[in-house]
Structure formats: C-alpha cells, structure tokens
C-alpha cells in the first residue's frame, strides 16, 4: 500500500499544472499527514489561478492563408513518435535530407530546362545542323578551318538541299551553336547529377529503395542521349517524297520528349517524397477527403498525360503550322481527309489533320476534367493545400489552353511554341504536387490523428 502511495505520488507531481495540488496531496498521503477538505480545496483552486496549459501545436487550418509549400512543410514535420514505422528514402537526419532534396529539386529544374531548350531548339529549326553523334561529345569548331568543315557537312543534308540552300555561314553557326548547347547542357546535367549521388552514397545517406530509383533515372537519364541522337538520324535520311520537307519521325520526337518527361517526373515526386515524407493531414476527416479527391485527380492527372503526348505528335508532324484557325479547322469543324491514311492506325499520328484535331480535343477535355475535378471537390473537407492546388492546376489549365490557341493562331512563333511547352511541363508538375498530396498517411500518423481538423 505503501509503494501505491508513493508510486502515485511520483506520477502526479511530474504531470504538474492542476496536479500538482493532487500530488500535494498523494504527498501527504504518503507521509502519513492528512490535508482537510478545506486545505485541500484551497491548493486545488490555487493552482488553477496559476495554471497555463501548454501551447498547442499552430492549427493547419491556419494554412488557408499561408503559402502551398509551407502548409505541406508545416505537415510533414512529424512527432518523433509518428515517424516509427514510416520507411524514409534518407538517413542521417534533417539536415541529411534537406539536402538530397536540394539536390533532386534541383536535378528537376535542369530537366525543366532540357525540354524548354529542346523545344527551341525544334521550333528554330536547329536539331539537323549537327550531323554526327558522339557520346562524350566533343568541342566545337574553334577556326574558320573548321567551321568550314562542319558546315560542308551540313550541306550534304536533305534539310539543307530542300530547306536551307543558300545559308550563310553566320546563319549556321547560330544553328549549329542551339544544337550544341542543347547536347552539351544534357552531358553537364548527367555530370550535375552523378557527382552528388556518388557523394551521398559515399556519406551513407542513401537508402536502397532511393538509390535503385536515382539509379534507374540516371540510366534514362543516359539513354536519353541515344533516343536523341536515333531520332535525329531520322531526320538526316532523305523523305518518301521529293515535296515533303526534311524533318524527325514523329515517333522518335514523342519517345524523346516523353522519356524527358518520364525522367522529370520521376525527379520530382522522388524530391518530394524525401523532402514530404508524409502527406498534409491534420484530421481523419481530412485524409477521407484526399482519398475521395485521389480518385479523381488519377485519371485526370492521365488524360494531362496523354494530352502532353499528343503534342509531341503534332511537333513532328509540324501540325501546327496547318490549320491556323480556332475553333474551326479552316471552313470546317472536321477535316475531310482525317481517314485518308491506310492503315487507319497511321492516320492518329502521322496525318496532320487527324493529328491536330486530337490534339485540340484532348486539350479541350483536359480543361473540362481539371474544371470537374475542382467542381466536384469545392464542398469536401479537405486540406488547404490541396485545396489550393486544384486551383492552382484548374488556372494553370486555362493558361495552357490559352497558350496553345493564341501560338496556333499566330503561325507558331518561337516565343510562344516554347512558352507552351514549358507551360505542359508546369501543369504537369501541379498534377504531380497535387497526387503527392493526396497520397494515404502511414498507419502511424493516421492512428495518431483525431476525427475532426481543430477550429481556429
């Protein structure tokens, strides 16, 4: 009875606040003294004059006024009791991890790059001007000499006999110079990305599941200069036809820009699954809402996807300099030789009526999906930050629509055609943010969570 007392007594007085004045008392006890009632009373009401309860965590509800990023970032900072159980991509710590995700971010936005350089590339008609292909790559013409060389080279091309004849020297350098700033930026991406991962490797903060991944974008990474390269031979062969102008297979340039594609979101959600190791939840009722939105966000998150495809489709079949009326094709709503092709297969990506159209309808129902995702999800208790991202990715959606009208309208100029393929590539990273955001928490954090989010 006495190590009850005792026990009870130790219990009390490290719970502090109202306690203490119940621990006075289990003191007491044990000690064989008596408090009356009224002693008693007093020490209760005492201690409550005195008593401040601690300082609650901030409330992410509070996020609604606050950055995306820092509610996420406010989110993922987990109780250490919270991260048992949970599988993290990097050890060694916070500072650990902040880094490796610098680094991947950071391998994302030169990736980002890549595919905007590429695009102008394509659209100043740059990609022909070099016509051999080397690994390791090589330095470029230094003397006049040489530069004679390379461009003789050149002249032997389809792209220069029925495209380019008469250029200037002056005009091929520029050329010559965007496709090798264009090649030479990919091999310092490769060399940008393998030193660091050799490093925290090295360091021990790479787990294996992150550097199986890490290791099979860099080896994408490296094939993506083979899939460059094949689909610029494409273009060196000389056309079916003596009308048809020199340019890449279609089918070459889409597995191009989707193995880029490919890589940056691979970069990307990795980056954010080592920076956001949990998703934004603060309630039961919000990780409800996020699985209800998740079911919607994934096939339209698709349909981005494929849209995104398409349009590689239309680069290579230079669509887009056809039909440069909206919304009408020319007189007509649907071309009449959209079928003209045998087999029919061949029509969806080499017909450049058929092509276009595609196009112009997926487009158009990717913004009336990403419009019905916001509709659909406007009333359901979710978090801030996913519900600013479905904003975020319905307002990206129209500018990108916008983009690809007003480019169409205006015969495909550099400025614009770039500008709507970075605009692609952003509205599929807020896709990505977005299904990131959705994902299900760790049993751990969701045994921890209460029903409903506090109200502020």
């Not at 003191?27 to 064989?32: E, F």
């Not at 820009?257 to 956001?276: D, E, K, N, P, R």
């Not at 680069?315 to 094709?329: E, I, S, V």
Request: glycine fraction near 8%; charge should be positive; hydrophobic fraction near 45%.
């Amino acid at each position: 009875m006495f190590r009850a007392r005792a026990a009870l007594s130790a219990v009390l007085k490290r719970s502090g606040g109202l306690s203490g004045a119940f621990a006075d008392a289990a003191a007491a006890a044990s000690s064989g003294h008596r408090l009356l009632p009224n002693r008693l009373c007093a020490s209760v009401v005492s201690r409550a004059r005195l008593y401040k309860p601690p300082a609650a965590p901030p409330s992410l509800s509070k996020c609604s006024h606050a950055s995306t990023f820092q509610c996420m970032s406010t989110a993922a900072s987990l109780p250490a009791g919270s991260k048992e159980g949970l599988r993290l991509l990097v050890t060694g710590g916070p500072a650990a991890q902040k880094w490796v995700g610098l680094w991947l971010f950071g391998s994302a936005a030169w990736v980002f790059s890549m595919v905007v350089l590429g695009g102008v590339t394509r659209l100043t008609r740059s990609g022909l001007s070099m016509t051999d292909w080397k690994f390791t790559g090589s330095l470029p013409p230094l003397t006049e000499e040489e530069w004679l060389v390379e461009f003789e080279k050149y002249k032997q091309s389809p792209e220069y006999k029925r495209v380019n004849k008469g250029m200037s020297l002056e005009d091929f350098k520029f050329i010559y110079w965007m496709e090798y700033a264009h090649r030479m930026w990919g091999r310092a991406l490769g060399i940008m990305f393998a030193f660091p991962f050799s490093y925290f490797l090295r360091k021990g903060y790479i787990t294996l599941r992150l550097g199986l991944k890490l290791s099979a974008l860099f080896a994408l990474g490296a094939g993506q200069g083979l899939i460059g390269w094949w689909m610029v031979k494409s273009g060196l062969e000389e056309p079916s036809s003596e009308y048809a102008q020199p340019r890449v297979s279609p089918y070459r340039l889409a597995a191009h820009l989707t193995s880029a594609f490919a890589i940056y979101c691979g970069l990307f959600w990795t980056a954010l699954s080592v920076v956001l190791p949990e998703p934004p939840a603060e309630s039961v009722s919000w990780v409800r809402g996020a699985a209800k939105v998740k079911r919607i966000a994934l096939p339209v998150s698709l349909l981005v996807g494929i849209t995104a495809i398409s349009g590689a489709f239309v680069a290579g079949n230079d669509a887009g300099h056809a039909f440069n009326t909206f919304p009408k094709m020319g007189d007509t709503w649907i071309p009449d030789d959209i079928f003209e092709m045998k087999p029919l297969i061949r029509n969806f990506f080499e017909n450049t009526s058929l092509v276009q159209l595609d196009h112009r309808i997926l487009a158009t129902s990717t913004l009336v999906a990403v419009g019905a995702l916001w509709w659909s999800t406007r009333k359901l208790d979710i978090h801030p930050a996913i519900r600013s991202l479905i904003g975020s990715t319905l307002g990206m959606a129209a500018v990108q629509v916008t983009l690809g009208i007003s480019t169409l309208l205006s015969y495909v100029p550099v400025s614009l055609g770039s500008a709507h393929q970075a605009g692609a590539l952003t509205l599929l990273t807020l896709v990505i943010m977005l299904n990131h955001t959705v994902r299900r928490p760790s049993p751990s954090l969701l045994k921890s969570l209460p029903q409903v989010a506090r109200a502020t």
